[in-house]
């Protein structure tokens, strides 16, 4: 008899995040027109809900045998899906594109780009401030003609 492989670190957590949401989406299209016709506006939407959570829970009841990861309890485990789903550079760069999001409104779309497209390309150059400045200029004149040359568009 074959053993099933283990699961990876945190799979069962986010499968049960999966369960939830399309929980949420089925709630949701029903909010839109409920059971009332099957060409309503919501039908479609009602139909992929239900489908979600017949999948999700179809793959949880799949996973009630399989072992756990082997990370020692809980802790490990949440350690373990952690360092694999978010290296220092993705949660970094994450940060920055949120800091990008927050800069918009204060600094305009232009500084905030060249101050974001400053800062990520010294990380990726490792602090070579000549290439980065050179680059960050460089691709900030492209997108600034791009808008308002080609597309006409002002750029706050």
Known sequence: MSHPPPLKA???AFNLL??????G???????ISGFELPNSAGAFPLLLGAIM???MLSILLGQRHHPRP??????????????????????????LAVGYLLAL??????AATALFLLIAQLCLRRGHWL?????TVLITTVIY?????????YLP
């Open 18 to 23: 999966l369960l939830l949401f399309s929980v």
């Open 53 to 55: 959570i017949v999948t």
């Open 10 to 12: 945190g799979e069962r």
């Open 70 to 95: 082997e990370a020692g309890g809980a802790l490990g485990e949440l350690r373990q899906f952690l360092t694999t789903h978010f290296p220092l550079p993705v949660v970094l760069f994450s940060l």
């Open 105 to 110: 409104p204060g600094l305009g779309f232009i």
């Open 131 to 135: 290439s980065a400045v050179l680059v």
């Open 145 to 153: 003609a791009l808008f308002t040359l080609l597309f006409q568009v």
């Open 25 to 31: 989406v089925f709630y949701e299209a029903y909010r």
